[in-house]
């Protein structure tokens, strides 16, 4: 008797254990293939990898739920996020007041602004965009630099583009004279040697800094408590800092 009591015990145990693996929650996270290091698709594995994944699958094991991610372009993130196609943005989103009115954002993740690409040949020592009146540049659409770029009024024209490798190759081809993207990416991807004709512009000084963190919808407070609450772990123990340093990065 007592050894059916054990056996019927153990089955109930493992049908809640079944049951619970069974239920546990996939969120999906919106992120870009055109972003390294923060996000990029890797072509060995066809996934997306870097900073921003690491990041959030750090945080879903801390949290205690599974992440599908899910590519797509950067432009497509927010309206993806607000029409629940995807409940997680995890990419290198500045956080800004015009995209808080829209969603809410985690705590600060990283902090840097944006930086100017130059051709090899050009060596002026640009600090501002006064320095470069009647130039053709361009700029990634959705991202924060779009709007000051475009008011400053210096510019002879401001070429708008979907990704960065679109703007990088008009940049290293000659057909426009600078281009302004994240800092890190931008270093990143020209330490590649994928661009060989472009440089950062050194002396350049930032006009946009922002920070990155990770969006979700502004009615879905339950899971940003939980992405808060994972975040603080993770800085207390140092993982934050070691998925930055992995990807040659520091908040240090």
């Known amino acids: 008797m007592q050894l059916k009591s054990l056996v019927v015990s153990l089955v109930a145990a493992l049908s809640i254990a079944a049951g619970t693996a069974a239920t546990a929650q996939t969120v999906k996270v919106g992120s870009t293939p055109t972003g390294s290091p923060f996000t990029f698709l890797d072509t060995k594995t066809n996934t997306i990898q870097g900073v921003m ?7 879903s ?5 599974e992440v599908q991610i899910e ?10 996020l607000t029409s629940k196609r995807i409940d997680i943005i995890s990419a290198a989103m500045f956080i800004t007041p015009p995209r808080q009115e829209v969603v ?3 705590e600060p993740i990283y902090r840097y602004g944006e930086g ?3 051709p090899k040949s050009d060596n002026k020592a640009y600090t501002s965009f006064a320095d470069m009146k009647d130039m053709i540049v361009g700029v990634q659409i959705g991202t924060a630099f ?5 008011k400053s009024g210096v ?5 708008l583009y979907d990704n960065p490798q679109d703007m990088m190759r008009d940049a290293n081809a000659g057909r426009i004279q600078g281009g302004f993207m994240d ?16 440089q950062m512009a050194k002396s350049y000084k930032p006009t946009v800094l922002g920070s990155l963190g990770l969006a979700v919808r502004k009615d879905d407070t339950a899971t940003l408590e939980k992405i808060n609450t994972a975040l603080k772990s993770l800085q207390s123990k140092g993982e934050i800092e070691t998925i930055l340093k992995k990807w040659g990065l520091s908040n240090s």
């Open 116 to 118: 100017l690409m130059v």
């Open 71 to 80: 590519p797509m372009a950067f432009s497509a993130l927010i309206g993806s």
């Open 183 to 198: 800092f890190p990416i931008a270093t990143y991807i020209i330490s590649q040697g994928n661009y060989p004709n472009l």
């Open 155 to 159: 510019f002879k024209e401001v070429k």
């Open 104 to 106: 809410s954002f985690s």
């Open 146 to 150: 779009v709007e000051p770029v475009q």
């Open 61 to 65: 094991k801390e949290a205690g739920f």
């Open 53 to 59: 994944v690491d990041i959030v699958r750090a945080v």
